[in-house]
Nanobody, 115 residues
């Protein structure tokens, strides 16, 4: 049974940093496309970043240059390093995994950027 468990969210001031982690179990992370999505109140869930098995990464324009997605296949964990955080980054962040026709979501972790 595949499980994705996020951690690392919290309250941070504008300009600050957080690192989110997504620990995967029941799967071999290296065979999956892994991603981070976020959903702010009253808005649709949006893709933030993803990374495929070869290490190619993609980012939504609003986070380019500030966020970095990475993976540690040995630890079966994917990370999202978030720097220069802005109030508009406030959202619940979800880890996502996809391989073929199967996809999985974590339970989400809250990130709040506020002074």
């Amino acid at each position: 049974q595949v499980q994705l468990v996020e951690s690392g969210g919290g309250l941070v001031q504008p300009g600050g940093s957080l690192r989110l982690s997504c620990a995967a179990s029941g799967m071999m992370l290296g065979f999956y496309l892994m991603g981070w999505y976020r959903q702010a109140p009253g808005k649709q869930r949006e893709l933030v970043a993803n990374i495929i098995g070869g290490g190619v990464t993609n980012y939504v324009d609003s986070v380019k240059g500030r966020f970095t997605i990475s993976r540690d296949n040995a630890k079966n964990t994917v990370y999202l390093q978030m720097n220069s955080l802005k109030p508009e980054d406030t959202a619940v962040y979800y880890c996502y995994a996809r391989r073929g026709g199967s996809s999985y979501w974590g339970q989400g972790t809250q990130v709040t950027v506020s002074s």
